[in-house]
Each structure stands twice: as C-alpha cells, then as structure tokens.
C-alpha cells in the first residue's frame, strides 16, 4: 500500500482520535502513525508526538508569571493542552525544518515587548531564544508551546493589562473593561489571520495619551543608558539672583531632560535663562511655578531616572485597562493631575483646571456617558454626608438647613413629606436614624454644585458640576471635593457638550436660562464619552512630558503589583 496514502488515513484517524479525547488517549493515536512511516525519516507525526509528550510535561506548561502577579482568565478556564487539542495536536509556528515566518513574527513582539512597558521575561523570551535554532524534535515541540503561550499572554497583556487590578486592588482601577478572553478562540483566530505583524501591531491603545507616553518610555531609556542624572544636594532655598554651589548641577539636571536649552554661560548664579527653566520643570511636574528651587523642586529634581521609567510604564499599564478607543469626541478628566481636557478629533478644545475628591473620597476611576445637563439643579445630598457633616450641625444648630437653603424631607419617596428642621430634637437622632431623611438644596447662587451639573448615571453618584467656591481653582493641590468633579469653565463645557445639537442651544440660550432661575433639563440627544483616569504621567498637548504628584498614593502599590522582585531591587539613585 502507498505510504502517503497511509499516512494521509491514519492522520484523519488521528483527528477524530483527538477531538475532545485526553492526551494520554491523543498520544496512542498519534501512534498509530509510526506503522506507516518510513525507517529513520523524521515526519511532521513525529512532531506531533513530541508535541504531545512535551504538553505531558507540567513543567513545560507551567504560567511562568511571578507569585506577586495573578493569572489571566483563559489560564485559568482553557488549559494550554485544550488548545493544542483544538487543532489536533499539530504544531501551530514550527514545522521539521525549524520556525515558520508567523513564529518569527511572534518572537520580534514577545522581544519587543519593552516597547510597551511589558517584561519581556514574562513571555518566556529567554527560553525562546534558547531553543531556536534546535532542529531535534523536543526542542521543535517546546518552541511551538513557548511561542503559543508567550502570544496567548502578550495578547491578553496587551488588550486588558498585565493584572487584574479591580480585584487585587480596588482601589486603584475601580472599574476596568469586561473580560472576554479564551485563548483557543484568540489563536484561532490569529491563525486565520493574513497578516499577524499588523494584528499584534494594532491591539496597544492607539490614542495620542498611550502612544506620547511609549516615546517617552523609548526617550528616557536612552536618557538612563547614556548616563541619566546626579542628585542635588540638600541646603537652603535658591532663589533667582542667588549665587549656589550646587547651580552647576541644576543646570545640568534640567539640560538632561531638555528643560534648559545648551548654552555657553557657567557659573554659580541662578540667572533668569536658568529660572525660566526652573519654572518649566515645575510646572511638568505639578509644582507651584515660582522659581524658587525648595524641597519640592529639589525631590522632583532628585527622583531616579529608573523610577521615572517605571512610572512611565504603570501609566501605560493603567490606559490598557481602559477602552482603547475613546471616540472621536470626548471629554477626559485626569483626577491625578486636576485637569479636564475636551477632546474633538486631533483638537483639543478646552483645557481647564478641575476639583477631586479628598484622599477620604477619592473620585473613581471609570468610563460613561454623558447623558443630560441640568442647569440651576438641585442638591440632593448624599446620605454620607447628612450622617457625617450636617447632623452634627444640626445637633450646635437646628436652623443650619435653613441658613444654607436646605430643605428637609420625611424620606427619599415621591411622596415625602417636607419638615420643618427647626421642630426636630437632633440630639436624639442617631446617625443611622439620619440616613432616613432627604435633604436637599434647592437652585440658586447658594447651591454648592453652582449653575450647572453634567449627568452620566453611575452607580458611585459621581458626575460634574459647577462650584459656588471658584477661588479654589486657584489653588495648586485641588483634592478638595467629596468625589465629585468641579469644573472652573462649566458654561464652556456647557457649549462643547451642547455643540451640534440643534439651533438655539447656545451660549445666548444658556444665560436665558439660568437668569430665569428655574430648574432645567437638557437630555443630550448623541451621549457623550466622559473618561475619568487617574494619570501619574503623562504627555500633555504641546508634546512635554508631565509627572505630578501621586496625590492617592496609588503608584507603589502598583509599581510592587507590575513589577518582580529583581526589577524592584535594581540599583537605583
């Protein structure tokens, strides 16, 4: 009989030997093949059954990620050996020759991985490299799994971050995108693919944010290879005019990161060329811009350029875990930095100064759409509020709710009835009993949310709003508000939220109806995107590269979560 024909039959057999079989029970069909091979020839069922015996091997299989970090879904759910069974055992990047064009493919990404900020360790690279040029069928077998395994990993990295942080910890991703992830659907998929160069190419996220903070990463890893910076020395304030010994390395600090242009003058005077890049420094950095060079300056001066660089890379880790995608037209509030951009296209319409949440009522991070404006609204205060702030009020002054406008109300039903708070003991309600009321501030130049609120329902009841107290804008650290977003231009954000409706929203309309004092309700006819973030670092629309102040305290716990143990004990400044 033919011995391709027998072959062809007896690989047929072995599909329907391993469709949804063991690999015990796919290993003896596999086989069946060495009766119809030729002596000493090394065929591609011998792949295969090295492939099987290789996926035998738990050791081989094992997720490489460090203690620290959790697994991803699909690792849990579909086992690696499910999906070789899927395609019945065969090799999927190799073949008797060596790797194939998609295996080179997937070995120039897993080592790129840096690129985005990823460990390139943690995608078996090392074991990769080592087994590439191995033409004997184990080290065959074990390429295929380390290339599907490290593509499966880099793939879900990419698309959904490193780790699952909304559940290791919550409090730095309140909200993270729904998952959907198996591995045996993604590699089919990949496989179908005309083009995997292009696909793996596409899944970072490919907004300007994302994409500004990867050049960094890129510019500041050769800043760190060609030398970095040296420290400034403790001492006195320097101001503009003084003379200081430790000018030399200011100039040189600022000079590395670009902040000073090369210049011919020396010395020890801090001269007004050299204050104006002072005043820039402080300001991509979150720091009052007065020249003056103090302790903050000094430490933002001082932070290690191997520590920028991991800030860096968590920032692009905190934007995988968002869409990818933010729309055409947007409005982006990044809590860490008190600032809210309003985006259309490639333009950015409004940058302005915001107010967030206090360390004890941290604005969430999430994503929503903005679905109505209300103009004149009321306040309806939330219960934690009434409980913790105004009860205690109460208790020193029952006519507080009155000299602030408040009305009170038997409960929060439609058919309530309002009180009268001054015939209230206070004294005997308890904070539990407290919760029970409603209170409510009605429209008016007293109302704390100002002329102007922009609703995206959510279940955190956090939205954005207009202030009665604008002088705080002024202020360089604005975590001031309880989770709410204070905005310092709102009848701007107005008009942009507003824009294109129809004829007659505009600013002329706007004013009409907050002179007429009433409560009005604006329901946007397109919802727009509104993207709450949390960015430590970042690239703002004239291309500087931005670090501030972690005003939650979030990026240790973070840098710990992304990074091993050997990554976070390199020797820093």
């Known amino acids: 009989m033919n011995y391709h024909y027998l072959r062809a039959v007896t690989i047929d057999a072995m599909g329907v030997c391993l469709s949804g079989l063991s690999f015990r029970l796919s290993l003896f069909c596999v086989l069946l093949l060495f009766a119809v091979r030729p002596a000493g020839a090394m065929s591609e069922a011998d792949l295969s059954i090295a492939l099987v015996q290789e996926l035998e091997n738990a050791s081989t299989v094992m997720d490489r990620g460090a203690p620290h970090r959790l697994p991803r879904p699909g690792q849990e759910n579909v086992h690696i050996n499910a999906l070789y069974n899927q395609h019945f055992s065969k090799p999927l990047w190799v073949d008797i020759n060596g790797p194939g064009p998609q295996a080179s493919v997937i070995r120039m990404f897993l080592e790129q991985a840096d690129r985005e900020g990823l460990n390139p360790d943690d995608y078996g690279v090392q074991e990769i490299q080592q087994e590439w040029q191995g033409r004997d069928l184990e080290s065959l077998a074990r390429l295929d799994i380390l290339l599907t395994r490290g593509l499966v990993d880099y793939i879900y990295d990419i698309r959904y971050g490193r780790i699952r942080l909304n559940e290791s910890d919550s409090i730095n991703v309140t909200e993270v995108r729904n998952e959907h992830f198996d591995s045996v659907e993604v590699i089919s998929e990949v496989l179908a693919l005309p083009d995997l160069a292009a696909y793996i190419a596409s899944l970072p996220p490919v907004h300007r944010y994302y994409q500004g903070l990867k050049e960094m990463l890129a510019r500041y890893r050769q800043l ?152 004149n609204p009321y306040w309806n205060i939330p219960t934690s509020i009434a409980r913790d702030e105004y009860l205690p009020q109460l208790q020193q002054d029952p006519w507080d709710l009155i000299h602030n406008n408040i009305r009170l109300f038997s409960d929060w039903g439609e058919e309530a009835l309002e009180l009268d708070s001054t015939e209230i003991d206070w004294q005997r309600i308890t904070p539990e009993e407290m919760e029970r009321f409603k209170l409510r501030q009605d429209p008016g130049a007293w109302n704390v949310l100002g002329q102007v609120k922009f609703i995206f329902p959510n279940h955190y009841a956090v939205y954005l709003h207009d202030t009665v107290s604008p002088q705080l804008f002024d202020r360089a650290e604005r975590d001031l508000s ?34 007429g004092g009433d409560n009005v309700i604006v329901v946007i006819q397109e919802p727009l995107p509104v993207h709450i973030t949390y960015q430590t670092a970042w690239v703002d629309k004239e291309g500087a590269f931005r670090l501030n102040k972690d005003i939650y305290g979030r990026d240790q716990r973070l840098i710990e979560a992304l990074f091993s143990v050997d990554e976070l004990s390199e020797n820093v400044m």
Not at 269 to 288: I, S
Not at 347 to 354: G, N, R, S, T
Not at 486 to 508: C, K, Y
């Open 482 to 515: 309880h989770g709410c977003v204070r905005v310092s231009n709102p009848l701007d954000l107005a008009d942009f939220v507003l824009d294109g409706m129809r004829t007659g929203w505009d600013r002329d309309w706007v004013h009409e109806q907050l002179a």
């Open 224 to 375: 760190e290879d060609e030398g970095g910076w040296g420290k400034i020395m403790d001492g006195p304030m320097i101001r503009p005019g003084d003379q200081d010994d430790r000018i030399p390395a200011v100039r040189a600090r600022l000079l590395a990161t670009g902040d000073l242009a090369p210049k011919a003058f020396s010395g020890n005077m801090y001269e007004n060329k050299l204050e104006l890049a002072v005043r820039r420094f402080q300001k991509r950095h979150g720091l009052a811009s007065d020249g003056v060079i103090g302790p903050q300056t000094r430490w933002a001066m001082n932070i290690p350029i191997r520590e920028v660089i991991r800030r860096i890379s968590l920032n692009m880790a905190r934007w995988r875990w968002r869409e990818h995608d933010l729309g055409g037209r947007y409005v982006l509030v990044n809590i860490a930095n008190y600032h809210l951009l309003a985006v259309d296209g490639e333009e950015v319409e409004l940058d302005m100064a915001v107010i967030v949440g206090q360390e004890q009522y941290q604005t969430p991070v999430f994503s929503d759409m903005i679905k109505y404006l209300e103009f």
